[in-house]
């Protein structure tokens, strides 16, 4: 476990680090930031604000409600489910 959470912090380090160089890039050359890029894409394709909601939200429940695989910790912490599940 400890091996997989070094590796995932490392990802998302690296994808915040890769989201500043680029959007640093963008910025100083005169370039698409993420932004305008968003608003064009947004212009051709108006779904595009829900469908990214939906993302979101889905990983919300995934990551933070009862039926995670290995969410031992909150059991432990409060010995019961705290987002429905079963009592």
Known sequence: MALWGWIWTGW??????SFAVLEGWAIAHGGVT?????ATV???WPLLPWVCGLIVGGLAVHFWWQWTPAVGLIYRSYGRPL?????
């Open 12 to 17: 998302l380090l690296s994808l915040i680090a």
């Open 42 to 44: 947004s212009r051709a």
């Open 83 to 87: 987002c429905g599940g079963e009592n």
């Open 34 to 38: 993420l932004s305008q890029f968003t």
